[in-house]
């Protein structure tokens, strides 16, 4: 079946340092690819996603590349802030409109002043 | 616009009882789907429903039922509860335009 692989955590970096977030994907024909973060005590929020090959997410300063070759979709981010402390999941839609998300288990990340 | 709303927020139960978990998703939205979050297993797909129907279950046990109303709240039902449904269950809404799916804030359920 359609399974996500995320680097495991926790991971600790300073202000300002460069992030690199590893995910992979197994799944069949072309399934849609996401980024969510989760912040103590709340749900889910969408980072960004990609539907379809070569598509590159980003927002908040987070980039995503939909990299089918190599079944990839690391989150990147330039310059951390303290702020973008939490879990962060990457997670995959199979079917085109499938409502069913297949997540990783989730990276803690930890900023320090 | 509202967000996805789940009430309560947290529940303590005790062993062998049952529970009802609500979700009343974005306005417009038509799809909901549930998950389980715990620390040993992640997140993992309960159940989903599009206008009252279920399209989608995931492999938990019978216990774990559902349902959507024609206003497209949805309801989550664990019966005979046990130690390890103990977990954060999160609802989704989704935009059937986008295909993005919006969370709930979770409703954290502690079985004693």
């Not at chain 1, 005590?41 to 090959?53: C, I, P, S, V």
Request: glycine residues 10%.
């Amino acid at each position: 079946g359609d399974s996500v692989t995320q680097m495991e955590g926790p991971v600790t970096l300073s202000e300002e340092a460069f992030l690199t977030i590893n995910c992979t994907y197994t799944a069949t024909g072309y399934p849609s690819l996401f980024w969510y973060v989760q912040y103590p005590g709340e749900g889910l929020q969408l980072l960004l996603k990609a539907t379809k090959a070569d598509d590159k997410g980003s927002n908040k300063g987070f980039e995503a590349t939909y990299r089918k070759e190599t079944t990839s979709f690391h989150l990147e981010k330039g310059s951390v802030q303290v702020s973008d402390s939490a879990v962060y999941f990457c997670a995959l839609s199979g079917l085109k409109g499938a409502q069913k998300l297949v997540f990783g288990q989730g990276t803690r990340l930890t900023i320090n002043p | 616009k509202a967000g996805v709303t789940q009430t309560p927020r947290y529940l303590i139960k005790t062993r062998g009882q049952q529970v009802t978990l609500s979700c009343s998703p974005i306005s417009g939205h038509r799809s909901v789907s549930w998950y389980q979050q715990t620390p040993g297993q992640g997140l993992q797909f309960l159940f989903e429903y599009f206008s009252e129907t279920q399209r989608n279950k995931g492999n938990f046990p019978g216990r774990f039922s559902g349902r959507q109303f024609s206003n497209s709240r949805s309801e989550m039902n664990v019966s005979t509860l046990e130690l390890g449904d103990s977990a954060l269950y999160l609802c989704a809404s989704r935009d059937d335009r986008s295909y993005e799916q919006y969370f709930g804030p979770g409703t954290r359920l502690t079985v004693t």
